[in-house]
């Protein structure tokens, strides 16, 4: 396939905004990564979200207004990026808004309407990057992998991508072998802790954890949830752990235990890959807590660096990411593999939505 320039987007489930990337690609290689910008919903779409997704399926009656939000806000924040950029992509990936991803059950929700926001911004958008993996028995995540073996193209293998969002997730990259799973906790529990407490909204830099003292014996009872020996490939909802691993601790001890719990974690999750990476390369916002990054270096056996050390925009990467899917979509090559997500074999992900004549 020639080259095209995509807009990517994507929203965790932290809904902390909307992310915007654009690259230029083949669908095989990324050959360059251009402007990146991340938008915040507006305030009452994100407290709808952050109500929605602790709500779960038993409020599936909130589900079709908020989306209707969603694509609001993605359309005036892609409108307004696009404008100051004076440039139109040849395609938008829309991920939506996950807000429930149970895949046991075979389903994952990501909140949006794909074909409105083709009309309204008059571009041709790539949508539902999750269903086809679904129906082929994957799990539906991750999806960013195939986007990570092209960023590790030149790096010492086998190395890590560890992607620390709300949920942790990995990529395992030796030469064409190609591993993923979710983890465990992220920053989500980490984030809900300290939000109540009355600290802000996120554990900045680690300062809260960093000034608090790891109740050990919590790390060891959290690591006994069944989720963890689980083999891969395997994923997560955001809601699969609770804080009930740190009731009763003061707000900083809280604090420090969870960022231990999420790179304890980590660490053995080493035992279910193939070899030992020489190298885990951080990205999302996890890599900015300086004291999770402290504990990753502490119990990993290899490299823990930033992706910006490879000069890999960790802010950005996971838009570039479903901007990467959308145009291997278009060029009818695989975004998930049975070795990433589970899937029965490798699926071409997506749906192409045209702005109505």
Not at 286 to 301: K, S, V, W
Not at 306 to 324: C, K, N, P, T
Request: hydrophobic content about 45%; glycine content about 10%.
């Amino acid at each position: 396939m020639d080259p095209i320039t995509v807009l990517g987007t994507i929203s965790g489930t932290s809904a902390d905004g909307i992310d915007m990337a654009l690259i230029t690609t083949d669908g095989e290689r990324l050959l360059s990564a251009g402007p990146a910008e991340t938008e915040a919903y507006a305030p009452e779409t994100r407290a709808a979200i952050l109500a929605t997704i602790a709500a779960g399926p038993k409020r599936r009656d909130l589900w079709p207004g908020l989306a209707e939000a969603v694509t609001r806000d993605h359309a005036v924040a892609i409108a307004a990026f696009l404008a100051r950029l004076e440039r139109k992509p040849d395609l938008v990936v829309f991920h939506g808004q996950t807000v429930w991803h149970d895949p046991a059950a075979g389903e994952t929700v990501q909140l949006g309407n794909p074909q409105k926001l083709a009309d309204v911004l008059g571009l041709p958008v790539v949508g539902d990057v999750r269903q086809a993996d679904m129906e082929a028995g994957g799990q539906g995540a991750p999806l960013v992998p195939v986007y990570h073996r092209a960023l590790a193209a030149g790096l010492k293998q086998p190395l890590c991508f560890l992607n620390i969002g709300g949920v942790s997730n990995l990529t395992y990259i030796d030469g064409e072998h190609l591993m993923a799973f979710d983890i465990g906790p992220g920053n989500a529990l980490l984030d809900d802790w300290i939000r109540q407490s009355g600290l802000g909204d996120f554990d900045r830099d680690g300062r809260w954890s960093g000034a608090g003292h790891v109740e050990a014996s919590r790390v060891e009872i959290a690591l006994r949830h069944p989720y963890f020996a689980q083999p891969a490939p395997k994923s997560l909802d955001r809601n699969a752990f609770s804080l009930k691993w740190v009731e009763g601790l003061s707000w900083l001890d809280g604090a420090a235990t969870l960022a231990a719990i999420t790179a304890e974690a980590v660490a053995r999750s080493a035992a279910l890959l193939p070899r030992t990476p020489k190298s885990w390369i951080v990205c999302g916002g996890g890599r900015r807590n300086q004291t999770i990054m402290a504990e990753l270096a502490q119990r990993l056996d290899a490299d823990v660096v930033s992706s910006d050390v490879h000069g890999i925009d960790g802010d950005a990467l996971e838009a570039q990411a479903m901007a990467f899917l959308g145009a291997r979509f278009m060029a009818g090559l695989p975004t998930s593999y049975p070795h990433t997500t589970g899937a029965r074999e490798p699926v071409i992900g997506g749906r192409l939505y045209r702005p109505s004549a």
